[in-house]
Nanobody
């Protein structure tokens, strides 16, 4: 199970940190990711973090968002800085359901999402 929290409403330029507490899945050995889905748009990957800590980001978020994890707490994080109105979306935590792979839109374990709203 994956349980996101930390979403909310902020003004442009503000910051938020999302958390995802994971149970029944060891994030230390699996690839984790954050996705987001804006209203009437496709779900898209924000960033992922592999078991060894290597991270990758979609170009849109490089430099503003930071993915991290705490293996002991079995918790995934997403730090979001300099938020923009176009960052408004539901943000989802995801865990790989394929050994050696990372979550994809079509194949992952999903959380229920946490809403982020950025006003101008």
């Amino acid at each position: 199970q994956l349980a996101e929290s930390g979403g909310g409403s902020v003004t442009a330029g503000g910051s938020l940190q999302l958390s995802c507490v994971v149970s029944e899945y060891r994030i230390s050995i699996g690839c984790m990711a954050w996705f987001r889905q804006a209203l009437e748009k496709e779900r898209e990957v924000v960033a992922n973090i592999r078991s060894d800590g290597r991270t990758s980001y979609s170009d849109t978020f490089q430099g503003r968002f930071t993915i991290s994890k705490n293996n002991t707490m079995n918790t995934l994080y997403l730090r979001m800085n300099n938020l923009k109105p176009e960052d408004t979306a539901m943000y989802y935590c995801a865990a790989a359901n394929v050994i050696g792979g990372c979550p994809t839109v079509g194949s992952a374990y999903w959380g229920q999402g946490t809403q982020v709203t950025v006003s101008s």
